[in-house]
């Protein structure tokens, strides 16, 4: 099935520093969700996008919904050691309940 | 709890054996949504069900597998006869919308692992 491309596909920093990652399309999609799963667990919902063009903020998150509506951003400021985890994106055209899943980001924070 | 539960978290199953995974949704969510992942990869959509009614079941494969979304009770996901490619995580979500109308998030419980030996 289709999936989103995100990438980078793994990703080691030192704490403090910021991060990006990015999920690209080829289709347009309306919506974009971004997740966060830590081991042995659910997707935790962070931000949920829905205009093109859209920035918004929780915490040290932030998100962006990209004007070709084909991607979307997700940064994070000054990370620490619990931001470990994989960070999915999801995207799905209006009208329908289906999200397409990224690949995930496996970030990994060293102290 | 106000959140998505599921249950069992873990299950171990002979293959020929029949697993049934159990998902309460968020209170007043009436959208169900089970996925699916195996290690290393994303989430993959199974199905969609509203109470007692499969909306969407193109994920899912055609034997099987089944769900359902009773008046009362839990979703929940069978599958029979498991084979050893049906070990994975499968995940419930739910919504309070329908899609296409903002905030239709999905909430994600966290899980049950199946293991078939």
């Known amino acids: 099935g289709q999936q989103l491309n995100q990438s980078p596909q793994s990703m080691f920093i030192q704490e403090g520093e910021d991060v990006s990652m990015n999920c690209t399309s080829s289709s347009i999609f309306n919506t974009w969700l971004w997740y966060k799963q830590d081991p042995g667990e659910g997707p935790v919902l962070l931000i949920a996008?829905?205009?093109?063009?859209e920035l918004t903020s929780n915490g040290r998150l932030t998100a962006q919904f990209g004007i070709t509506r084909k991607d979307s951003f997700l940064n994070i400021s000054a990370s620490i050691p619990s931001d470990v985890g994989i960070y999915f994106c999801a995207g799905a055209t209006s009208g329908t309940y289906k999200y397409i899943f990224g690949t995930g980001t496996r970030l990994k924070v060293l102290a | 709890n106000a959140g998505v539960m599921q249950n069992p978290r873990h299950l171990v199953r002979r293959r020929g054996q029949e697993a049934r995974l159990r998902c309460s949704p968020m209170k007043g969510h009436s959208h169900v949504y089970w996925y699916r992942q195996l290690p290393e990869e994303g989430l993959k959509f199974m199905v969609y069900l509203q109470k007692e009614n499969i909306i969407d079941e193109s994920g899912m494969p055609k034997e099987r597998f089944s769900a359902e979304f009773p008046k009362e009770g839990p979703s929940i996901l069978r599958i029979q006869q498991v084979v050893r490619g049906d070990s994975a995580a499968y995940f419930c979500a739910s919504s309070y919308r329908l899609a296409g109308v903002v905030n239709n998030e999905q909430f994600f419980g966290p899980g049950t692992r199946l293991t078939v030996l």
């Open positions: 996008l829905y205009k093109a063009g």
